[in-house]
Nanobody, 116 residues
Framework: QVQLVESGGGLVQAGGSLRLSCAAS????????VGWYRQAPGKQRELVIV???????NYADSVKGRFTISRDGARNTVHLQMNSLKPEDTAVYYC??????????WGQGTQVTVAS
């Protein structure tokens, strides 16, 4: 069982930045993948950015060049740095991980609102 706890959401003006954090109860470098998804009102949950255990990173086209993911193994924390935010980035952001046996876990979500 892995617990994921997100923090760092909030309200920001368009063009601004936010950093989300996800604290994991296990060793993040043992995960097959760890990353972020988001769900806007009336829309399906979508991948934002995911880091796999082989070091590769998968991005949504809409966030390339603006969002980055980083891992802090000492604190078992994953960060999502979001720059040049747009109103269409408004959503609930969820931390996600896949561990051995392809078990998947989700955080509770954190709201990000970008005002125009």
């Amino acid at each position: 069982q892995v617990q994921l706890v997100e923090s760092g959401g909030g309200l920001v003006q368009a063009g601004g930045s936010l950093r989300l954090s996800c604290a994991a109860s296990g060793s993040i470098f043992s995960f097959k993948s760890v990353g972020w998804y988001r769900q806007a009102p009336g829309k399906q949950r979508e991948l934002v950015i995911v880091k796999t255990s082989d070091g590769s990173t998968n991005y949504a086209d809409s966030v390339k060049g603006r969002f980055t993911i980083s891992r802090d193994g000492a604190r078992n924390t994953v960060h999502l740095q979001m720059n040049s935010l747009k109103p269409e980035d408004t959503a609930v952001y969820y931390c996600n991980c896949v561990v051995s046996g392809y078990r998947e876990y989700w955080g509770q979500g954190t709201q990000v609102t970008v005002a125009s």
